[in-house]
């Protein structure tokens, strides 16, 4: 976007040089201007004998989209733009995004408008959380945690779709003959069609389940209602999972040893289930096929599923690991060290090519942000070492911004935060711009812990939970809500 922006400028200013061209041999040989200074610009017409317009009347509104020019109604010519120096951010329309002479830019220090931070009203008097949006916006899903979303229920965690244009609610967590699921259920991912939702749940009533009460992941199509278990063998530890765009691959973490043959390392390796011929791959390995002694974990996975984002903590007795960040290739069937890492939890995120990751780490004694290259191994930091922490990272599609939450208080100037409540920041990779998501319209710091920034709707919105009261003049309670800040238009 950014390069079509460029060479449209380039365009364009070709054509206004023409334009200005005619425009000055048309004002040289009717206007006069030599007293412009005194009459506001205006000059002479002494042939027609009327006022000329001001040679300096532009109007900048659209400068942002046009490669930083403006447009001089009165003499139907482009004005030349307004940054004449790179470095600016001119953002003329308000949207936060502007132009720096060479390139797009994210405007700092920038509050959200009413209709950039939006409140997300479910209905109910619970807290509904994880919340995701498909691509083309028709549907919201989310776990919840209230009984008033639907009849008959017992109070367990369900999860919902919400259809945007109806308003309609319906429960997707029903067990075999349309009853509800008996045990909590959570949303853990959605497809970017909204056709296909990946959940957890410790039910034992889906139809077809060999399930035994320990929470495993399922997946279900939306469009029929049917519920397939991703695991044959029901596991015997905890799984968590995450589900490819294309909703082709499930990505998962466990320590149960009956997933695959030959599982003997008695720990949490990292798996690949492959949707459409169901064959489950143990991506967690040794590039010779050894298993590992130490840890692994599921943190993300790219659109298509080629790629897999695993951390990494090795044991006491080492092995042929570090601790670290791994990125398992299905294709090449092969794993690669991204970043090593003090031993720790360790969040992180991936874009949707699988080329850049956004990672926790520890910086002295605070937790920050970083970021690592995975093609060309190139890294940064993305927020500084001061006291607070900063973590859960999430990456755009596009892989041009991270988004975070941070208890750090100068990470953008003239916005004063507390250093005690976690706020969330969105950082522009390419220029190191950050801008405070957890603010009001009318530039109020959120005084509510927020939490889970999230890329939601293909990288068009930020979704986030808060526990603020003073966000949106929509929010009339206490309970935590859900908002979805809207980025701005690239």
Known sequence: MVQQQVADGLFLKSVVALSIALVSQSASAECSYADASIYNGWGWDQIAGVSCPPLDACDYTDADIHGGWGWNAGTLASCPPLVPTIGDCIDSDGDGWGWDGV?????????????????????????????????????????????????????????????????????????????????????????EDGNTVLFRSGATNFANSSANGV?????????????????????????????????????????????????????????????????????????????????ARIRDISADGRYVLFIYEADANGGPWQTGLYVYDRLLQSNKAIRYLDGGYHPAGLSADGVIVAHQYWQGRSRSVGWVNTQTGESGTIDPPTTGSSGSPSVSPDAKFVAYRSSKANLVDNVTVSGV??????????????????????????????????????????????????????????NADVYLFEMPAQ
């Open 215 to 295: 929470s495993q992941p399922y997946l279900l199509d939306v469009a029929t209602g049917v519920t397939t278990q991703v695991l044959d063998s029901s596991p015997w530890s905890y799984v968590n999972s995450v589900l490819s765009d294309d909703g082709n691959y499930v990505a998962f973490s466990t320590a149960a040893g009956n997933i695959v043959a030959g599982d003997r390392n008695n720990t949490s390796d990292v798996f690949l289930f492959n949707v459409n011929s169901r064959i489950t791959t143990r991506v967690s390995l040794t590039q010779s096929g050894e298993e590992l002694t130490g840890t």
């Open 103 to 191: 390139e797009s830019c994210l405007v700092d220090d920038l509050p959200p408008s009413e209709d950039q931070l939006i409140f997300v009203d479910i209905p109910g008097q619970a807290t509904a959380y994880g919340y995701l949006l498909s691509a083309d916006e028709a549907s919201a899903f989310f776990s919840y945690w209230g009984d008033d979303l639907y009849i008959g229920d017992t109070g367990n965690v369900d999860v919902f779709v919400m259809d945007n244009n109806s308003g309609a609610v319906n429960l997707l967590t029903l067990g075999e003959g349309g009853v509800k699921a008996n045990n909590d259920s959570y949303l853990e991912d959605v497809s």
């Open 421 to 478: 409540q976690q706020q969330i920041y969105v950082t522009e990779l390419s220029t190191g711009t950050t801008v405070l998501v957890s603010q009001s319209p009318d530039g109020q710091v959120a005084n509510g812990f927020n939490s889970s920034p999230v890329f939601v709707a293909g990288g068009k919105y930020i979704h986030f939970t808060s526990e603020a009261t003073n966000l949106h003049s929509e929010d009339t309670d206490t």
